[in-house]
C-alpha cells in the first residue's frame, strides 16, 4: 500500500516551473542574456554603475516577461533583429538614411515610426470592421497589425536611441525625453497592455476601443511632427542627463498606459450596460463581453495602473532629490502625478470597500482619463514649472 | 455621573468610527486631489506686486487670507492633509489587527454544510479511504502554493489551504506607508517657520536687491535650524556661511553650520550654445568635522554631508572685470574705464549726468549660422549688457558685441537697444573701418556733429554746382544741419516743408534732387576726413554707405555714448541650492513601503480552499471549495484548473 501511496502522492504533485519550459523559451531566455552580456562587453566601459545595474536588473524581467506572455518572445526577437539591421545598415554614417534604400523607406527611426502610423490607424479600421461586421477574421488581422505597428514603433525608438549617438556622442541619449518620443512610448505601451488582456480575456471586441487613444494619441505625434518638427532629436538639458530617467519614464508609461486602457474599456462597458437595455440584439450588446468581464478588466487596469504609477512617481520624487534638490517640490507635473494617484486611491477604495460596480465605476474610470491627460499633457501645455522639458 | 462614562465612551468610539471611515477616507483623498489643483495652476511664490497686477487690489487680498499665494503650506491645506493622516492611521487601527488575526486563521472551523455556500465548489465520490487521500491532497495544495492545515472533522478530515496571506500585510504596509511618508514631509516642511512668523519671533525681509551683510537680525535663521531649503550664487574663489530662503514676495537669511567655498567652476556648452553641464569644486569646511571636505558637484550629482545636501542649481555672471572704452557720438576722444558686472558709475555725459549699470556678460553667442556657411551654428563672441540711466531715471538697456560681426560680406559692430525688458533688442549697426574698428565712424560722427566741417562740405558742393550756387550752399548746409540734429527722418521734415508749394510730378524731381544734395554733402565731408581707406574703391563706397545709413539712425539710438569692450576677465557665479532634510530618510522608508505594499495587494490576492473529507463504508466524498478577497474571475479560473486537476487524479482512483 504504502508504495501506491508514495507514488499516489507523487502523482497529485505538480511538475516542476523549469520542466515546463519550451526549447523556444530557453532559446529567448539564452538570446536576450547574451544580448546582455554583449552590451556589457561592448559598452561597459561608458555605463556608470547605475546603467549597468539597470541593464542587469531589466534583463531577467524581459525573459520572465516573454516566458508568462508568450507571444513577446516573437515580438522581442523580431524587434531586435530589425533594429540591429538597421544599426548595422546605419555603421557610422547618419547620411546613410538618405542613400540606403531600407534605411530610407523602412528601418530609419522616422520611416519606422511612419509605419507604426500607419499600421495603427489600419489595425483601428479592422477592429471596427471586426466589431460591427462581426468578423472575427478581421479581428485577426487587426491583431496582427496592432503587434506589427508596436514593433515598428519600437524599432523607431531603438533606431533613434542610435542615431542620437551618431549626430554627436554628446547629442546621445535614451529616446525619453520630449513629447514625441513619449508620444511614440504612450502608443507603443498602450497597445501592447491591450494585447496583453486581448489573449488574456479571449475578446477582440474590445480592441476598437483601446486603439481610438492610441489614434488620438497618433494624431497629435502627427501633428507635432509635420507642424513642430517635434521629431529633430536635440541635446539634453543637464538636468535631464540622469540614468532615472531610464526607469522614471517608462514606469510612468505603463501607468497612462494602464488608465487609458481602463478608460476605453469603461466607455464600452457603458455602452453595452445601455445596449442591453435599448437593443439586445445589437452588436454592443452581443459583440462585448460580459459586463463582469469588463468591469473585472477595469479594475485590473487601474491596479496595474496606480501600481506602476505610485511606483514612477516615487522614482520621480527620488530623481527630483538628486536634480532639483529636494525629493518634493510640489511642481506641476509631481504634484498633478498625485492627483491621479489620490483620484484613482479613491476609485479602488469604492469599488474594493463599498463593493461598488457597474456604470457609476465606469463613468469614474471615463472621467479620469481626463484627469490623467491632462497630468500627462495639459500640464507641459498650460502650466509652467521644472518639468517644462517637453513643453511644445 | 454614573450613565455618563459609558455615554462618553460610547461617543469617543463614535469618533474612531468616523474618523476611520471609508466614506471619510475617499471624501479626504478627493478632496486633496482637488485644493492640489490649485496650487499648480496659480504660480506660486510669485512677488506680491505680480499678483495685485493678475488679480487686482481685491482679489489680491481675497487670495491672499486663502493662502492661495503658497498654497500647499496653507492653513486649511496642512489641515486636509493631517486629516487624512488621522483618518489612515486609525483605519490601520482599526483594521491591522483583524488583518493579522485572518493571515494566520486557517478558517478550520468550516463544515461540509457552511463550505456549500461558496461560489466556487466542486464535489467527487472517490473509492479511498480519507485517510489515505490526505496526504496526496496535501501535497496537490502544497505542490500548488497553498499552505495547508488538516484537522479531523466527524468521521472524515477538513483540510484548508491558504496562499496570499501578504495580501493583508500589503494593506498594512502601504497605509502605514502613507502616513510614515507624512510624517517624514512634515519633518522637512516649513511649519516651524511658519510658527516662529506667526509668532513674530522672526520677520520676512522684503527689500530686494540689499547685501546679506545689511539684513537685519530679526530676518536671520539660526544654524541650528532643523529643516530648509534654500539657494545661494557664489562666484568663483569666494565662500559662503549663509544662504537665502525665498518665502512669499520675500525671503530669509539662513545661517548655515559650514562654510562653502566654491574653488572653480566650470560650464560645457553643446554647439547650439545650449548649457550641456555645469559644474563646481567645493570645499566644505565644518569646525565639527576637521579637515576640509573637497567635492566636485554637478547637476544630479550632489554633494550629501550629514543630513544636508548640496546641489548644482545654476550659473550666472559672479561680477566679471569689464575693460570699456566709451565714445561720444559727437566725436572727440574715447574715453577707457574699468567695470564689474553688477556695479552702477556714474559719467558726465553731454545730455547730462548718466548711470551705468553693468548688468551681465556673456563669453559666448551661438547664432544660427548664415545658410551656405556649412556650419548649423556660429559663435559671434563676447557681449555684455548695461542699461543707461538719466537723472529722471528713465533708463535704456543696451547690448554690445566685443567683435565685429560678418553681414553680407561686410563687418557691423552691433549694439540692441531696448527700453524695456520684454522687448526684444532692435539693433544699430556701426561699420567696420579699414582698420575693422569703430574710429571711423566716430570721426565721420564728430564731423557732422561740428558746424564748421558741415559749412567746408557745403561750401565744396556749392562750388562745385552750377551756377545760383549761393542758394545751394546754403540748402546744403541747412540738410547737413537737420541731418545731424535729427537724422533720416529731420531731413526729411526739411524738404517736405520746402516742397509744400509745388504740385505733384515736379515735387518728385525736386525732392530726388534735394536727395542727391544731400548725398553729395555728406560725401564731401566724408572726403575731408582722409581716413585711411580700403584700395577697393567699391568697398569704400560701401562703408560710406553703410555709415550714413548709421548716421541716419543715430538719433534712434538714444544714448549719446558708444561703449567698445576692449577686454575682459569673466568671473562667473555658482548657484547652488542648500536643503537640510532630516525627514527624507524617514520618507524614502515609506516610499518603499508602499510600493512593495501597493503591489501586494494587487498580485498577491489571499486565496483560500478547502478540502472536506467525509468517509462513509469506504468511500469518501471529497467536497472542493474556495473564496479570495479580490478579483473573483481571477480566481474562478484558477479554481478550475485546480479543480480540473482534481477531477483527472481523483476519478483514476
Ligand atoms: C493616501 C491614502 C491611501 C492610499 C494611497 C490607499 C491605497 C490603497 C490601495 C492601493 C488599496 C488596494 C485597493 C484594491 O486592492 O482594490 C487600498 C485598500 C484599502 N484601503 Fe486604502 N489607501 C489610502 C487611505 C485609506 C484610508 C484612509 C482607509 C481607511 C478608511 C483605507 C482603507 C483601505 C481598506 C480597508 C482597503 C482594503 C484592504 C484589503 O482588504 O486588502 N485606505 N488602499
Redesign the pocket.
Known amino acids: 500500500m504504502s508504495a501506491s501511496q508514495e507514488t499516489l502522492i507523487k502523482d497529485f504533485g505538480k511538475p516542476s516551473f523549469w520542466s515546463t519550459l519550451t526549447p523556444f523559451d530557453w532559446l529567448w531566455a539564452a538570446l536576450a542574456a547574451s544580448g546582455a552580456a554583449y552590451v556589457l562587453y561592448r559598452y561597459g566601459a561608458v555605463m556608470d554603475g547605475y546603467e549597468t545595474g539597470i541593464l542587469v536588473g531589466v534583463t531577467p524581467l524581459l525573459i520572465a516577461t516573454g516566458w508568462y506572455w508568450k507571444p513577446f518572445r516573437v515580438f522581442g526577437l523580431a524587434v531586435a533583429a530589425l533594429s540591429l539591421s538597421s544599426v548595422w545598415l546605419y555603421g557610422a554614417q547618419l547620411a546613410n538614411a538618405e542613400t540606403n534604400f531600407f534605411l530610407q523607406y523602412l528601418l530609419a527611426s522616422q520611416s519606422a515610426v511612419m509605419w507604426m502610423s500607419a499600421l495603427f490607424i489600419l489595425a483601428t479600421l479592422s477592429y471596427f470592421i471586426s466589431l460591427f461586421a462581426r468578423s472575427d477574421y478581421a479581428g485577426q488581422i487587426a491583431t496582427t497589425l496592432t503587434w506589427s505597428a508596436a514593433a515598428a514603433g519600437l524599432i523607431g525608438l531603438l533606431v533613434r536611441w542610435r542615431e542620437s549617438y551618431l549626430i554627436h556622442p554628446d547629442v546621445g541619449h535614451i529616446p525619453m525625453s520630449n513629447l514625441y518620443e513619449a508620444f511614440i512610448l504612450f502608443m507603443l505601451i498602450t497597445a501592447l497592455l491591450y494585447l496583453y488582456y486581448e489573449r488574456r480575456y479571449q475578446t477582440r471586441a474590445l480592441g476598437a476601443f483601446v486603439m481610438l487613444v492610441v489614434s488620438a494619441a497618433l494624431a497629435f505625434l502627427l501633428w507635432f511632427t509635420f507642424d513642430r518638427a517635434g521629431h529633430e532629436i536635440q541635446p539634453l538639458v543637464p538636468a535631464l542627463k540622469s540614468y532615472w530617467m531610464k526607469i522614471h519614464v517608462p514606469a510612468n508609461f505603463i501607468g497612462y498606459g494602464a488608465f487609458s486602457l481602463a478608460a476605453m474599456v469603461g466607455i464600452a462597458y457603458l455602452l453595452r450596460e445601455r445596449a442591453e437595455r435599448v437593443n439586445p440584439q445589437g452588436v454592443f450588446a452581443t459583440r462585448l463581453p460580459s459586463l463582469e468581464i469588463m468591469d473585472n478588466l477595469m479594475y485590473k487596469a487601474i491596479?496595474l495602473g496606480?501600481g506602476f504609477f505610485t511606483l514612477a512617481t516615487v522614482l520621480g520624487a527620488l530623481w527630483a532629490a538628486e536634480a532639483w534638490g529636494g525629493y518634493w517640490s510640489w511642481d506641476p507635473k509631481e504634484t498633478w502625478a498625485l492627483i491621479v494617484?489620490?483620484n484613482n486611491?479613491a476609485w479602488?477604495?469604492f469599488?474594493?470597500?463599498k463593493g461598488w460596480r457597474g456604470a457609476p465605476m465606469a463613468w469614474w474610470a471615463v472621467g479620469g482619463l481626463l484627469v490623467t491627460t491632462f497630468a500627462f499633457m495639459g500640464v507641459n501645455l498650460f502650466l509652467s514649472g521644472l518639468h517644462s522639458y517637453g513643453s511644445l | 455621573m454614573s450613565t455618563a462614562i459609558p455615554s462618553a465612551r460610547r461617543s469617543a468610539g463614535a469618533w474612531i468610527e468616523f474618523l476611520?471611515?471609508?466614506n471619510?477616507?475617499i471624501t479626504?483623498?478627493a478632496a486633496l486631489a482637488v485644493s492640489s489643483v490649485v496650487g499648480t495652476v496659480l504660480q506660486q511664490n510669485q512677488t506680491y506686486e505680480s499678483y495685485i497686477i493678475k488679480f487686482g487690489p481685491f482679489w489680491f487680498e481675497v487670495y491672499k487670507a486663502l493662502g492661495l499665494y503658497d498654497v500647499y503650506s496653507a492653513g486649511w491645506f496642512v489641515f486636509v492633509l493631517g486629516f487624512?493622516l488621522v483618518?489612515?492611521s486609525l483605519?490601520v487601527y482599526r483594521?491591522a489587527p483583524g488583518f493579522v488575526r485572518e493571515m494566520r486563521d486557517f478558517r478550520l472551523q468550516h463544515s461540509a454544510r457552511s463550505l456549500r455556500a461558496c461560489a466556487q465548489r466542486a464535489e467527487w465520490t472517490v473509492a479511498a479511504g480519507a485517510q489515505a487521500l490526505s496526504a496526496p491532497l496535501e501535497n496537490y495544495l502544497r505542490a500548488r502554493g497553498f499552505r495547508v492545515r488538516i484537522k479531523p472533522q466527524g468521521a472524515g478530515l477538513l483540510l484548508a489551504g491558504m496562499k496570499g496571506a501578504v495580501?493583508?500585510l500589503?494593506?498594512i504596509l502601504?497605509?502605514v506607508a502613507?502616513v510614515v511618508i507624512c510624517v517624514g514631509g512634515l519633518l522637512d516642511g516649513n511649519l516651524p517657520l511658519k510658527i516662529k512668523e506667526w509668532r513674530g519671533e522672526v520677520r520676512l525681509e522684503t527689500k530686494p536687491g540689499i547685501l546679506i551683510a545689511d539684513v537685519p537680525q530679526e530676518s536671520r535663521l539660526p544654524a541650528s535650524n532643523r529643516s530648509y531649503r534654500g539657494s545661494v550664487n557664489i562666484p568663483e574663489g569666494m565662500s559662503t556661511r549663509d544662504i537665502i530662503l525665498r518665502v512669499r514676495d520675500g525671503y530669509f537669511v539662513q545661517a548655515l553650520p559650514f562654510e562653502i567655498h566654491v574653488k572653480d567652476f566650470r560650464t560645457e556648452f553643446y554647439d547650439n550654445g545650449q548649457p550641456k553641464s555645469f559644474e563646481s569644486d567645493l570645499v566644505l569646511t565644518d569646525p565639527e568635522r576637521g579637515q576640509p571636505l573637497e567635492q566636485t558637484i554637478s547637476v544630479n550629482r550632489p554633494l550629501f554631508y550629514k543630513d544636508f545636501a548640496i546641489y548644482q542649481s545654476s550659473f550666472k555672471d559672479g561680477g566679471s572685470r569689464l575693460a570699456l572704452r566709451a565714445r561720444l557720438l559727437g566725436g572727440g576722444k574715447a574715453i577707457s574705464m574699468e567695470g564689474v558686472v553688477g556695479g552702477r558709475y556714474t559719467l558726465n555725459a553731454p545730455g547730462g549726468v548718466l548711470t551705468l549699470e553693468l548688468t551681465d556678460f556673456r563669453l559666448h553667442n551661438v547664432k544660427s549660422a548664415p545658410p551656405g556657411s556649412g556650419k548649423k551654428f556660429v559663435d559671434i563672441g563676447p557681449s555684455f549688457i548695461f542699461k543707461l540711466r538719466n537723472e529722471k531715471g528713465e533708463a535704456l538697456e543696451f547690448e554690445n558685441y566685443m567683435l565685429p560681426l560678418e553681414q553680407e560680406g561686410r563687418a557691423f559692430f552691433l549694439s540692441g537697444v531696448r527700453s524695456n525688458e520684454n522687448m526684444p533688442f532692435s539693433p544699430f549697426r556701426i561699420p567696420a573701418d579699414a582698420e575693422g574698428g569703430v574710429e571711423g565712424f566716430m570721426r565721420f560722427a564728430g564731423a557732422l556733429r561740428d558746424p564748421a566741417q558741415r559749412a567746408k562740405a557745403a561750401e565744396h558742393v556749392a562750388s562745385a554746382g552750377p551756377s545760383g550756387a549761393r542758394t545751394l550752399g546754403e540748402t546744403a548746409r541747412e540738410l547737413l544741419e537737420r541731418f545731424a540734429a535729427g537724422g533720416f527722418a529731420a531731413a526729411r521734415e526739411y524738404i517736405r516743408t520746402k516742397l509744400a508749394s509745388l504740385s505733384g510730378e515736379q515735387r518728385e524731381q525736386v525732392a530726388r534732387a534735394y536727395g542727391a544734395l544731400l548725398q553729395d554733402a555728406l560725401q564731401a565731408l566724408y572726403a575731408n576726413l582722409d581716413l585711411a581707406q580700403v584700395a577697393d574703391a567699391e568697398r569704400r563706397q560701401q562703408f560710406f554707405q553703410d555709415a550714413v545709413d548709421a548716421l541716419g539712425a543715430l538719433p534712434e539710438y538714444g544714448a549719446p555714448l558708444y561703449f567698445e569692450l576692449a577686454d575682459f576677465n569673466q568671473l562667473q557665479a555658482s548657484g547652488l541650492q542648500v536643503t537640510r532634510a532630516p525627514g527624507k530618510s524617514i520618507v524614502y522608508l515609506g516610499f518603499g513601503m508602499?510600493v512593495i505594499g501597493?503591489f501586494m495587494?494587487?498580485y498577491l490576492p489571499q486565496r483560500r480552499v478547502w478540502l472536506v473529507l467525509s468517509e462513509e463504508d469506504g468511500r469518501t466524498r471529497v467536497l472542493f471549495a474556495g473564496a479570495s478577497?479580490?478579483d473573483p474571475l481571477g480566481f474562478a479560473r484558477e479554481f478550475e484548473t485546480l479543480r480540473d486537476g482534481l477531477t483527472e487524479r481523483l476519478t483514476k482512483l
Open positions: 491596479t496606480f494617484l489620490l486611491a479602488l477604495h469599488r474594493f470597500t | 476611520g471611515s471609508m471619510l477616507a479626504l483623498l487624512l483618518s489612515t483605519c483594521n495580501s493583508r500589503g494593506y502601504a497605509h502613507v508602499i501597493v495587494m494587487f478577497n479580490r
